[in-house]
């Protein structure tokens, strides 16, 4: 009697959990597929996929800004991972002179409250002409993402063993063709899980591209918030699930890579 | 690179706040500040203040479990349940959060299938609560991911032995792991709480009206009025909330340094 009870509760607060954790994705589900639905029905009068040809349709604003988001999540991650690898190099090889300063500044916009942040750096590029362009999405991005890039790289780094290193060394390699032929292929995995973990983040991205990019740039979390706001949930349900099947795709895959042994090194 | 894009914006703003329309030094700024958003300031204190209470809780409670669940099975499906939400862009929860906590959203229309609430009479949660919900939602799998990594690193020695001494689940979490994971859980706690004071879009999406975060109150100072002082004002106030959260770490450390 006693075991059944605690099968009860333990079931009965995970189930609990479980709605918690679920239902508001569940909801999402639920408007992708909607084509009719008010309040106080409780399940969408008619279904069907007629939003998702509108989405998709090849002159629709979504498929542009969907375009748009990807090209700037490219280059995001391009001159990220141009910054983070020799970063994090230097941090995961542990010799660097600057290692606090450079992990302080790096942390530093983690530290701060981004929002008051993002106005200036719109006020300052209004300035250089660079609010509205992909360029100016594209370095706030690169700055939003870059520490955790090169704290995956770091990580990256730090496990491989720098004996082999020294090896290729000691058989005539340069320095550079040493780290570029040994080290580099060695770190690919984490070096990747850092690329990846930029190109979502940067797809993702909100604050500064509503502050930065306006006018011109509209990406997709961008149309989404428009779309949702002016009433559109269907099309604001759509263009969400678009944005969190690779983010949740990225969860699954991160684990392999960031294990607690891996970030213990970094510290 | 992020000196240019951060630091100096980050100066830009402070000197911004400090000084009127013609380059003056003065405190105008905030004390218009004040008196236009003082109402917001403390409801944003609020709203980040319990959401950071609550993350802790269930935070050390999922923790707790999977370190002293005696069920495997139980402690299986915990671990593989409360990730889900790590990635999910706060854009994404927000959007979840309005139709799942809306009047005809699937959580009221559960709770009124198993005759706990009745719909009609509701209104549904899109108000500051709303707020919370989704905070709470978004960011407790980070603070847990973060503590029961803690947990588990922790010496099994101790736990065993106050398991034979007949102490409870509970207390063994209160009393033996929580003060020895108590660091990282500030941690995580300090930098949920800076994340929930950066969250534009959550705000506005759940709760559109009065009052509101200062996140928002900043966006509409600066795209209706272009009135960067005030704006940059409200990012000081903002700076300072996060600043006391890292302070209070941080005396910690100074205080007992043996707990971190």
Redesign the interface.
């Known amino acids: 009697m006693r075991v059944m009870l605690g099968w009860l509760l ?1 079931g009965g607060a ?1 189930g609990a ?12 589900a ?2 992708a597929v909607a084509v009719q ?6 399940l969408p009068l008619s279904w069907g996929f007629r939003y998702w040809g509108e989405v998709f349709k090849p002159s629709s604003d979504a498929l542009a800004s969907l375009g748009t988001s990807i090209l700037i999540a490219v280059i995001t991650v391009v001159l990220s991972l141009s ?1 983070a690898v020799p970063a994090g190099y230097a941090l995961g090889r542990g010799r660097t002179p600057w290692r606090a300063a450079l992990l302080l ?2 942390l ?17 590029f209004y300035g250089a002409g660079l609010n509205g362009t992909i360029l100016g999405v594209v ?2 991005h ?2 939003h993402g ?1 520490v955790i890039a090169v704290w995956i790289a770091a990580a990256a780094f730090a496990a491989v063993d720098g004996e082999l290193e020294l090896a290729a060394r000691n058989v005539g390699a340069s320095p550079l063709r040493a780290v570029l032929t040994i080290t580099v292929p060695l770190a690919a995995p984490g070096l990747m899980a850092s690329a990846i973990f930029v190109f ?1 983040e940067s797809l ?1 991205e ?2 500064g591209t ?2 930065v990019g306006v006018p011109d740039v509209t990406t997709l ?1 961008l149309l ?2 428009t779309a ?2 002016a009433g559109n ?1 269907q099309i ?2 759509i263009t ?1 699930l678009v ?2 099947v690779p ?2 795709g ?2 699954l895959v ?1 684990e392999r890579f960031l294990k ?1 042994e891996m970030l213990a090194r970094v510290g | 690179m992020v000196l240019t894009l951060f630091v100096y914006p980050l100066g830009f703003s402070l000197v911004s706040a400090f000084t009127t329309k013609d380059g003056q030094p003065s405190f105008a700024n905030f004390l218009k500040t004040f008196e236009l958003y003082g109402a917001d300031i403390v409801f944003t204190l609020i709203i980040v203040a319990v959401s950071t209470l609550l993350i802790g809780l269930l935070a050390a409670a999922i923790g707790g479990y999977l370190v002293l669940g005696a069920h495997t099975a139980a402690v299986v499906v915990l671990k593989w349940l409360y990730r889900w939400p790590l990635f999910v862009p706060f854009i994404v929860a927000a959007q979840c959060m309005r139709t799942f906590l809306a009047k005809n959203g699937i959580m009221n229309n559960t709770l009124d299938a198993l005759g706990l609430v009745d719909t009609a009479a509701l209104s549904g949660l899109l108000d500051w609560r709303g707020i919370i919900v989704t905070f709470v939602w978004k960011e407790t799998p980070f603070v847990a991911l973060l503590v029961s990594g803690a947990m588990a690193a922790l010496d099994r020695g101790t736990i065993e032995a106050a398991w034979n001494l007949g102490a409870g689940g509970l207390r063994i979490l209160i009393e033996i792991i929580l003060p020895q994971v108590a660091g990282v859980m500030v941690v995580g706690l300090v930098l949920a709480s800076v994340t929930m004071l950066s969250v534009l879009s959550v705000p506005i999406m759940i709760s559109g009206g009065a009052p509101t975060m200062i996140t928002v109150d900043m966006a509409f100072r600066v795209n209706a009025y272009s009135d960067y002082g005030v704006a940059n004002a409200l990012g000081v106030v903002s700076y300072l909330m996060a600043g006391s959260a890292a302070w209070v770490y941080l005396r910690r450390g100074a205080t007992q340094p043996d707990a971190l």
């Not at chain 1, 959990?17 to 999402?28: H, K, R």
């Not at chain 1, 639905?37 to 409780?42: A, D, E, L, R, V």
């Not at chain 1, 530093?108 to 300052?124: C, D, E, G, K």
């Open positions: 333990r995970l959990l479980a709605f918690a954790v679920f239902g508001p994705l569940a909801n999402l639920l408007w639905w008010y309040f106080p029905h409780k910054l500044i790096l530093l916009p983690q530290a701060f409250p981004s929002v008051a942040v993002y106005v200036n750096i719109a006020r300052i370095l706030v690169t700055v870059l979502f993702d909100f604050t509503y502050f979390p989404m918030f949702s706001l949930y604001a349900a969400a944005l969190l983010s949740v990225f969860m991160i607690a």
